[in-house]
């Protein structure tokens, strides 16, 4: 369902663990068990992570966050109908991932429908890992605002598959849902649906995304894909910022002084310190301009590593009525 998972993306909608595999008895073959992490590649182009149910009672996000699930159940039928909003709310750990393009996508098979076979320009998979989910809660028995219901039995698995095919008005709208155990959702939009079914098929039992456990919401994102968009990191005067990027991470942290941290990642000591003082210039510009809304930026601490730069800021009030 293209519009629901773009929808998580949208709601800012990880602290990663994951269900680890089951140990193996005395002189047997360990079993791997699919995880969600499975639908995820190793470096997802981005990755964005949220604590719900922590943020909401945060006397400043929480207001910011229920604005944006409103605003989402208002403007998105899709999203109204199939009770996604409620779903987030209820969930501890939301990871939204756009898949890149490194792992190879199966053959179609003779079930493989159409919303599977092409992948439009433009059209990226997107997977949304819901995590924590009310055990009350059946995916099966979720209905539209006429009480139709909003999925079907899918192909059958090591994990139940759900499938979304066309919205009421029968327009196509793709998607799958796979619930894994430990009251985990993974819902993916129609092109990724044949790649993350048989990535649970054939598990690897790999390591789930490194993610700040403490952190309340996460945005990761791929360093490459990020200068290869942004044409002033590649080319322009920004360059020395776009060199060897492999990622760039927001962190929103807890605590009263409202702290947002950016980490850039880079892959040698000479490219992290010719980041660090072009920013550090960039700051000094921004900050020296008429404009209050970027006056703040002076504040912004810059601190160089051997292989990152981190960027460490207190978000204003302004900022924060802005948004509200």
Known sequence: MK????????????ACGGTAARPPSAGARAVLEPQWQDALDADPKLLLTLHPKVLLKDDVY?????????????????????RLVEAVEESDEVIAGVLGEERPTPQPSASTTESEREVLPGQDPIVAVLRGMPAELDPAKLVDADGNLLWAPGPSGPVRELVHEVDKGGSPNPASLFELPGRTWVIVSGPARARVREAFTRPTGHAPPPIDAEALATLRIDGPALVARARPLSAGGLAAIGRQLQSVALVLLPGATREIQAVLQYTSAEASAGAARKLTQVKQVLSMGNSPALAWMGSVAVEATQSAVVLKASVPPEILNLLQ
């Not at 944006?68 to 403007?75: K, V, Y």
């Open 3 to 14: 519009r629901v998972i773009g929808a998580c993306l949208v709601l800012a909608l990880g």
């Open 62 to 82: 929480g207001p910011l966050l229920r604005r944006a699930l409103d605003l989402a159940r208002q403007r998105s039928h899709a999203v109204a109908s199939t």
